[in-house]
């Protein structure tokens, strides 16, 4: 199978908000649990950036999933 970045971007960050979502995390709380800014986590959900592993660690901590967990989704 052969994605575009975007692609796999986009679909990456709708996976985000639904695990955000699912715990009932705002994205405030979950930038506050992370470390970093509102901003940034609605730039990964929305596919505006391509943020670090650390970054991605931070977010699979705050939203109590595996890293792996981060990446099961499909792509549409």
Known sequence: MNIS?????INFGIHVRQLREKKGISQKDLA?????????????????????????VKIANALDVEPKELFDFSIK
Do not use: P, W
């Open 5 to 9: 970045e975007e692609t796999f971007l």
């Open 32 to 56: 506050n649990d992370c470390g970093i800014t509102k901003s940034q986590i609605s730039r990964i959900e929305v596919a505006k950036i391509n943020t670090s592993v650390k970054t991605l």
